[in-house]
């Protein structure tokens, strides 16, 4: 092995590539951070239920009007809070991949953490 670092790769290079890799990491875990704190909101039934989650795919909040408890229909009021549940969390991952897309994919070591 080449003095400093791996054959054909300098020891200053290797160094850079080292800082690089730990400031992605470090912009990661901030990332996530921030993206556990966020919130997403989503309704079904036209707002009869409306949910609120967070990053961290937990269930803050449930709202469910009064109107859409039939008891005649359960099935149809368990539909719209899965809706709405579901739709929340979609919202949640499709924004955390994206974000995550821009620090992992901007500097070619996506893969790496």
Same mark, same amino acid.
């Given at each position: 092995?080449?003095?400093?670092?791996?054959? +054909? /790769?300098? $020891? $200053?290079?290797?160094?850079?590539?080292?800082?690089? =890799?730990?400031?992605?990491?470090?912009?990661?875990?901030?990332?996530?951070?921030?993206?556990?704190?966020?919130?997403?909101?989503?309704?079904? +039934?036209?707002?009869?239920?409306?949910?609120?989650?967070?990053?961290?795919?937990?269930?803050?909040?449930?709202? /469910?009007?009064?109107?859409?408890?039939?008891?005649?229909?359960?099935?149809?009021?368990?539909?719209?809070?899965?809706?709405?549940?579901?739709? =929340?969390?979609? =919202?949640?991952?499709?924004?955390?991949?994206?974000?995550?897309?821009?620090? $992992? +994919?901007?500097? $070619?070591?996506?893969?790496?953490?």
């Amino acid at each position: 092995m080449a003095k400093g670092g791996f054959p +054909g /790769i300098p $020891g $200053g290079n290797m160094q850079q590539l080292m800082r690089q =890799a730990q400031k992605m990491q470090q912009q990661m875990m901030q990332l996530q951070e921030e993206l556990d704190a966020r919130e997403y909101e989503a309704s079904a +039934g036209g707002g009869m239920v409306q949910v609120k989650i967070n990053g961290k795919r937990e269930l803050l909040e449930l709202t /469910i009007k009064p109107e859409a408890v039939d008891p005649d229909d359960v099935e149809m009021l368990q539909d719209m809070v899965m809706a709405a549940v579901n739709e =929340a969390l979609r =919202a949640g991952e499709d924004t955390r991949e994206k974000e995550m897309a821009k620090v $992992g +994919g901007a500097s $070619g070591l996506g893969g790496m953490f």
